[in-house]
Structure formats: structure tokens, C-alpha cells
């Protein structure tokens, strides 16, 4: 009598997840042998696929403008010219946005590299040219106000010298050739566009079929996730995704038109204060603007260097323009424009900008809230929803000065607090 074999599900389950774990073991080691080859690939990867990257970010940017466009511009208009077909009308008004937004892209692009930087490379070099002499009358003016403290007068005269050795070795070695460099590829007009800049064109090219198609493309990604995910949890993960999409846009987006009227306030004080380089620093205060917290200080200092090789008394001036200009954006135009797209505390911010820099150096310090606030928000709702499913509280304040949870009636027990304390 034949005996037919009988698969045990439960060894069959016990079985697969040996093999999946023994797998990913066999894959991390070999991963740690070939870091060196995977970092390579991985770099080489990036840069083939730079000029998409490209796109997707330039698409992600001007999504929010090419919306606006089409909702209040061209779409009314075309509203009425195709009346009696709105689908065409509605295509023609959001290829008309895409192109208008592209256009405004490339036109303050343009601005920057034809009008701000070569004011900038003329500043920097004035800078360093002249800066024996500003350092010569910044030393007499030392000497000048600390004769009666000698001690005090050596000590600030020899950081002065290390202060001027460090800021000219910079420029010098990596300001100005960077600079140059642009400015040479600039002065070549078009054969800068075509030749120079391959991955902004194709990146382009890229958003603007991201832009015109944008709806295919969500409705595509959307059907995938469904047919690789349950609905519950496609639904879960859309709606992170959703709030990832208006933490980033509204942060980015935000924090780009702040310092923007940071930088443009800034120069118009600059230059009623006749303030010594003043688009250079107020270019360096506005950039710098863009990084929450430490922001505004990484900014000032080296300005207010520039500025006190020149005429201290000036500096002591910009110093304080300075800190009232942070004030005005800290109190009203950051919380205007930025709204609640942080919604954490000041130490969460920092503690993202810190951790942000050390892993990614200047971007992880922009975009090290925004990716820091998506995190806390998905691991406090996670939090929230276990705590539901196992009737216990949710709210902050019942766990505060919290002794146990009663395990019989699920009600918080806090401490008792001693009248005699």
C-alpha cells in the first residue's frame, strides 16, 4: 500500500524562515567583505541615474507652483476656450503651468550666475587682495584700544593673524576656484547650458514629463501598491506618505522663501547702513538661513569677520542688525510661512540637524528635520495605536509621575506626592 507524503505546514513555515534568516546572514557578510565594491557600485549607480534624480527633485519642487499656475492662471482661461471639452482644456492648462514654471526655474537660475556671481567673485577677491591691509588697520585699531592691557592686546592680535591665515587660505583654496569655475563656464552662454550642465538639462526634461503626467504616474504607483499590499495597510502607508509629502514640500518650500526675504531684507539694510560687501553677506546670511537652528550663527559669524576686517565699528553694528533681523524672522515671517510643518520641540530639532550633519554633512543639516519630524510622527502614532489596541491611555499627562498600570483595571496609579516636600 502506497503511502502518500503529508507536507507539515508548521515545519514547512519553520523551515522557509531558517532559510530566509541563514540567507540574510550569507548576504550581510558578504556585504561587509564587499563594502568597499557596493560603496563603488552604489556611487557609480547614483551617477548614471544623477540626471533622473535630478528630475524628480526639480518635478517635486515646482510641483506646488505648477498647481497654482494651473488652478488660478490657465485654467479658468482654458475653462472657457474648450467649454464644451474640458478635458482638453484642463491638458492644455497644465502643460501651459509646467512650461511657465520651468521658465521661472530658469530664469532665477539664470539671474544667480549672471548677476550674483560674479559680484560675488569680485567681493571675495577684493577680500583677499586687501586683506593685509584691513588686517594692518584692524591691528592698530587693537592696539589703539588696548594699550592700557597688553596681555589681552597680544592675545587678540595673534588671533587675528590665525583669524586672516585660515579665512584667505579658504577663499583662496576653495572659494574663488569654485567660483571661477562658474564664472568661466558661464562666460561661454549657451555651450555652458548644453555642455556644462548635462544632468540640469536632462533633469529638466525629466520633470517636465513628471509635471505633464503626474496623475498617470500616482495612479500607477498606486495600483502596484495595492497588488502587493493588503488594503489596510496600503491605506496606512498612503497616508505616510501623504503627510511625508506635506512635511517636505511645506518645509522646503517654506524655509527657500524665507531665506530668500531673509537674504533680500538683509542687503537692503546692508546697503542703507553702507555696510562693506553687503550682497556678498547677505547672500552668505540668506543660504546659511536654510538650515533650521544653528542657521542664522553659521551665517553671521564669518560675515561679521568680513565686515570687522574692514571697519569694526560697522561690524559691531551689523552684529546687532543682525540679531534684530533674526528676531523679526524668528517671531513673524518663519512662523507666516512655515506654519506647523515642524510641530517638535527645539531639542528634537537640533538633535535632528546634529545627527543629520554628522551622517550627510550639509544636506542632512536641511533636510534633517523635516526626515527627523516624518520618523517621530510615524513611531508616535505607532505607539498610540498599540496603546489603543490594549486599552490603555494615550494621553501624555497619564503618564506623568507614573507609578504602574493597574493590570486588573488598566487605570493609571501615580506617585504620591509628599505634602512635606
Not at 193 to 201: A, K, Q
Not at 371 to 391: N, P, Q
Not at 401 to 409: A, E, F, R, W
Request: aromatic share 12%.
Amino acid at each position: 500500500m502506497r503511502r502518500h507524503f503529508h507536507w507539515d505546514k508548521k515545519y514547512l513555515y519553520w523551515g522557509i524562515t531558517a532559510f530566509c534568516v541563514i540567507a540574510a546572514a550569507t548576504i550581510f557578510y558578504m556585504a561587509l567583505n564587499y563594502l568597499d565594491l557596493l560603496k563603488s557600485a552604489l556611487a557609480s549607480l547614483i551617477r548614471v541615474l544623477s540626471p533622473f534624480i535630478w528630475g524628480l527633485v526639480i518635478a517635486y519642487l515646482l510641483s506646488p507652483l505648477v498647481k497654482l499656475l494651473q488652478k488660478k492662471a490657465f485654467g479658468p482661461l482654458f475653462e472657457k476656450i474648450f467649454a464644451k471639452r474640458p478635458e482638453k482644456g484642463s491638458k492644455a492648462a497644465r502643460i501651459l503651468a509646467v512650461v511657465f514654471a520651468e521658465i521661472i526655474m530658469l530664469a532665477l537660475i539664470t539671474g544667480l550666475f549672471f548677476l550674483i556671481i560674479p559680484q560675488l567673485y569680485s567681493s571675495i577677491e577684493t577680500i583677499v587682495i586687501n586683506s593685509p591691509t584691513y588686517i594692518e588697520s584692524l591691528t592698530n585699531w587693537v592696539n589703539k584700544m588696548l594699550t592700557d592691557f597688553p596681555e589681552v592686546r597680544d592675545y587678540v592680535v595673534g588671533m587675528l593673524g590665525d583669524v586672516n591665515t585660515d579665512l584667505i587660505s579658504w577663499l583662496q583654496t576653495t572659494i574663488l576656484p569654485r567660483l571661477g569655475s562658474l564664472l568661466s563656464n558661464v562666460g561661454t552662454g549657451v555651450r555652458y547650458v548644453v555642455t556644462g550642465v548635462y544632468n540640469l538639462v536632462i533633469g529638466i526634461i525629466v520633470s517636465v514629463y513628471l509635471l505633464s503626467n503626474t496623475e498617470t504616474f500616482i495612479a500607477s504607483a498606486k495600483r502596484i501598491l495595492y497588488s502587493i499590499m493588503s488594503v489596510d495597510t496600503a491605506k496606512r502607508f498612503l497616508n505616510i506618505l501623504r503627510f511625508a509629502d506635506r512635511t517636505f514640500i511645506g518645509f522646503i518650500n517654506g524655509k527657500l522663501l524665507d531665506s530668500a526675504i531673509i537674504g533680500l531684507i538683509c542687503y537692503i539694510g546692508c546697503s542703507i547702513l553702507n555696510m562693506p560687501y553687503a550682497l556678498l553677506v547677505s547672500v552668505m546670511i540668506g543660504i546659511t538661513n536654510i538650515i533650521p537652528f544653528f542657521g542664522p550663527l553659521i551665517g553671521a559669524v564669518p560675515s561679521a569677520l568680513i565686515i570687522l576686517m574692514v571697519d569694526p565699528v560697522k561690524c559691531l553694528v551689523f552684529v546687532i542688525f543682525v540679531i534684530l533681523l533674526q528676531q523679526l524672522d524668528g517671531n513673524i515671517i518663519g512662523p507666516k510661512i512655515l506654519g506647523n510643518s515642524v510641530g517638535i520641540n527645539g531639542f528634537w530639532v537640533m538633535f535632528s540637524i546634529i545627527i543629520g550633519a554628522g551622517f550627510f554633512g550639509f544636506w542632512g543639516m536641511v533636510l534633517g528635520v523635516p526626515v527627523f519630524v516624518v520618523i517621530y510622527t510615524i513611531i508616535k502614532e505607532s505607539v498610540r495605536r498599540k496603546l489603543l489596541r490594549s486599552d490603555l491611555p494615550t494621553d501624555e499627562a497619564s503618564y506623568t509621575n507614573l507609578d504602574y498600570i493597574d493590570p486588573v483595571t488598566l487605570k493609571p496609579v501615580h506617585h504620591q506626592t509628599d505634602e512635606t516636600e
